[in-house]
């Protein structure tokens, strides 16, 4: 049973940083970063894929870090340079067979955590 739980949202002045984190319960998955706003499609961050390889998305990258550490079962992406349009409810996902990239959707979320950068 894959559980996942975000935290680290808030609400930053732009140019800020924030670092979100993601609990999870299973190693052996690609995990990544997605956003969503309303009436938005869900949008792929970034993404790790189990022996470690990084995806960055486009309209993150250079500003993005994606980390994880196993030991704590913990993802961390840490957002520098915040920008109004990184306005989001920001998502843990987790993928086990499909592949591991931005331009796809995970087969397991959270619940979110809300980012507000104005």
């Known amino acids: 049973h894959v559980q996942l739980v975000e935290s680290g949202g808030g609400s930053v002045q732009p140019g800020g940083s924030l670092r979100l984190s993601c609990a999870f319960s299973?190693?052996?998955?690609?995990m990544g970063w997605f956003r969503q706003s309303p009436g938005k499609e869900r949008e792929g961050l970034a993404t790790?894929?189990?022996?470690?390889?990084?995806i960055i998305g486009d309209s993150v990258k250079g500003r993005v870090t994606l980390s994880k550490d196993k030991t704590r079962k913990m993802l961390y992406l840490q957002m520098n340079g915040l920008k109004v349009g990184d306005t989001s409810m920001y998502y843990c996902?987790?993928?086990?067979?499909?592949?591991?990239?931005?331009?796809?959707?995970?087969?397991?979320y959270g619940r979110g955590t809300q980012v507000t950068v104005s």
């Open positions: 996902g987790a993928e086990q067979f499909g592949g591991c990239s931005t331009e796809k959707g995970f087969g397991y």
């Open positions: 299973l190693n052996k998955y690609c």
């Open positions: 790790m894929s189990n022996d470690g390889r990084v």
